[in-house]
């Protein structure tokens, strides 16, 4: 079974200009994740999916940051324009179930995140 | 919010030698995860811990949550070179609503 794909896995681009990660999860998997990590740091989770539905973007920098999940599968993440300050590994994960319910259907599985370096 | 602090931030051990990772949570943990990830990748789930007292195996790496359920313990035994990464833990907050990752401890296996 496939596992949680990203595209691209590296990109450069000069600040100012846009950008777009897409995500493709687990098939059957209802929660999607967006996470960003700089450099010796653990992942910030962005945003949560509920199939097609974002549960929690509190942490999504709305005036650059959207994402959107068509049809409850595959995602985007997209920054308009794009800062210094956002390069990073922009990861993406899947799971079963949201988090905090009992058993195991709330395991993550990654994807091998997506390299964003900003001139 | 919920805090995961990992300790140590580094380890660099001898192939063969023993070594443990800590994970403190500043609130109750519901749930526990432990990744690993190797530079330029993404994360490995390796355990997860939901009952306090939990302890788990897999190969030569154990984790443990303690009763309290606010700190868990990644222990890897006779270190191998494949073990080098970065080792984080997550969990869930109370609610469910959202996941936390731990500051991450970098491992290096010297042959």
């Known amino acids: 079974e496939a596992g949680v794909v990203q595209s691209p896995r590296y990109k450069i681009i000069e600040k100012k200009q846009p950008v777009a990660f897409w995500c493709n999860p687990i098939s059957g998997h209802n929660t999607l994740y967006w996470y960003r990590q700089n450099l010796g740091q653990g992942p910030e989770l962005l945003i949560r999916?509920?199939?097609?539905?974002?549960?929690?973007d509190s942490q999504l920098p709305k005036d650059r940051f959207s994402a959107e999940r068509l049809k409850g599968v595959d995602s985007t993440l997209k920054i308009q324009p794009a800062e210094l300050g956002d390069s990073a590994v922009y990861l993406c994960a899947s799971s079963l179930d949201p988090p905090g319910l009992a058993g195991s259907g709330d395991t993550q599985y990654f994807g091998p995140g997506t390299r964003l370096t900003v001139l | 919010s919920q805090e995961l602090e990992q300790s140590p931030q580094s380890l660099i051990v001898q192939e063969g030698k023993n070594l443990t990772i800590n994970c403190t949570s500043s609130?109750?943990?519901?749930?526990l995860y432990w990744y690993k990830q190797k530079y330029g990748e993404g994360l490995i789930f390796l355990m997860m811990l939901q009952k306090g007292g939990e302890e788990k195996s897999h190969e030569k790496i154990t984790a443990k949550l303690d009763e309290k359920k606010q700190q868990s313990s990644l222990h890897i035994t006779a270190s191998q070179p494949s073990h080098a990464g970065i080792y984080l833990c997550?969990?869930?907050?109370?609610?469910?609503?959202?996941?936390?990752f731990g500051t991450g401890t970098s491992l290096t296996v010297i042959p």
């Open positions: 997550g969990a869930a907050s109370n609610t469910g609503n959202q996941f936390y």
């Open positions: 999916y509920e199939n097609e539905e974002a549960v929690d």
């Open positions: 609130k109750t943990l519901y749930g």
